[in-house]
C-alpha cells in the first residue's frame, strides 16, 4: 500500500465482506459515518491513529517492508518492531 487511495479501497473491502455500512464500522471505531466515507474515497489527510484504530476494528494488521528502491541504495532493513519498542520505551 502506498497510497491513501489504496488504505482506503481495502477499508471499503474488508467493510464489505464484513458486512457492515459505514455507520456500524464508524461506531466501532469511534468515528462518523461521514468519516468513514472519506477515509475509503482516500482522504489523505486522516489522521494515522484513527486509520489504524479502523483497521484494527477489521482486523487488518499493517507490515512495513523496505521498497526495492531503497534496499539498493545501501539502507539497513526497516524493522518495524524495533521502532514500535522504541516508541512504547
Known amino acids: 500500500m502506498r497510497t491513501a487511495k489504496e488504505i482506503g ?6 467493510r464489505r465482506a464484513a458486512r457492515m ?3 456500524e464500522l464508524g461506531r466501532k ?7 468513514i466515507s472519506e477515509i ?3 482522504k ?3 489522521e494515522i491513529g484513527m486509520v489504524l484504530l479502523t483497521l484494527a476494528v477489521l482486523g487488518i494488521d499493517l ?3 523496505q521498497t526495492r528502491s531503497a534496499a539498493a541504495g545501501g539502507e539497513p532493513p526497516i524493522d518495524i518492531d524495533d521502532i514500535l519498542d522504541a516508541a512504547r520505551r
Not at 479501497?9 to 474488508?14: D, G, H, K, N, Q
Open 21 to 23: 455500512t459505514q455507520s
Open 63 to 65: 507490515e512495513a517492508r
Open 40 to 42: 475509503e474515497n482516500g
Open 44 to 46: 489523505s489527510t486522516a
Open 29 to 35: 471505531a469511534g468515528a462518523s459515518q461521514r468519516w
Open 9 to 14: 479501497a481495502l477499508i471499503r473491502e474488508r
